[in-house]
T-cell receptor, first 114, second 114 residues
Framework: AQSVAQPEDQVNVAEGNPLTVKCTYS??????LFWYVQYPNRGLQFLLK??????LVKGSYGFEAEFNKSQTSFHLKKPSALVSDSALYFC????????????FGPGTRLSVLP | DAGVIQSPRHEVTEMGQEVTLRCKPI?????LFWYRQTMMRGLELLIY????????DSGMPEDRFSAKMPNASFSTLKIQPSEPRDSAVYFC????????????FGEGSRLTVL
């Protein structure tokens, strides 16, 4: 069965500094990986996904993620953090061999300090 | 595109009452998911449908919870009788099976059971 781990409950970074939110996964087949962001009192919003191809995936709001098959990781990154990036971030994996189900990580709360 | 539409956005009820949450998925999407989010448990998958058929309901807490999808444009999640521990935010999400598509979330229904 597939699983997703986000080893950090909380990440703090100063505005203007680069940020990384970590994600590792476990799947039996090809990994289809996603990042979502949740702002207070809102639903989850899609940021980016990795299906195949380039290991560096670019997404919304200047975010990107790096797929590393050997380390089974899919870390979310942004070169320069904004205070408005403060939110809850979820990594997810979709295994189409398991009925199209998505499995989400526990979430990482990002705080960008001014 | 109107996105995934959920109603009500907020519901406050008393223990023992029946609660019905509603969801309209994005037109053309054939997979629909119900999630529950709490501080203690994070994001939990309750049930998901594919082409209106329930595929995996292993996340439904107990017999008090039931979900239906009578057609491709409507789904309900019912709790009867409700209990205080059911207080949570309930999200509906939909996705397409054409390729490896992302989930689109509604804004959620915040349920408080007194």
């Amino acid at each position: 069965a597939q699983s997703v781990a986000q080893p950090e409950d909380q990440v703090n970074v100063a505005e203007g500094n680069p940020l990384t939110v970590k994600c590792t996964y476990s799947v039996s087949g090809n990994p289809y990986l996603f990042w979502y962001v949740q702002y207070p009192n809102r639903g989850l919003q899609f940021l980016l996904k990795y299906i195949t191809g380039d290991n560096l995936v670019k997404g919304s709001y200047g975010f990107e993620a790096e797929f590393n098959k050997s380390q089974t990781s899919f870390h979310l990154k942004k070169p320069s953090a904004l205070v408005s990036d403060s939110a809850l971030y979820f990594c997810a994996v979709r295994d189409i061999n398991y009925g199209q189900n998505f499995v989400f990580g526990p979430g990482t709360r990002l705080s960008v300090l001014p | 595109d109107a996105g995934v539409i959920q109603s009500p956005r907020h519901e406050v009820t008393e223990m023992g009452q029946e609660v019905t949450l509603r969801c309209k998925p994005i037109s053309g999407h054939n997979s629909l998911f119900w999630y529950r989010q709490t501080m203690m448990r994070g994001l939990e998958l309750l049930i998901y449908f594919n082409n209106n058929v329930p595929i995996d309901d292993s996340g439904m807490p107990e017999d008090r919870f039931s979900a239906k999808m009578p057609n491709a444009s409507f789904s309900t999640l019912k709790i009867q009788p409700s209990e205080p521990r059911d207080s949570a935010v309930y999200f509906c999400a939909s996705s397409s099976d054409s390729g490896v598509e992302e989930l689109f979330f509604g804004e959620g229904s915040r349920l408080t059971v007194l």
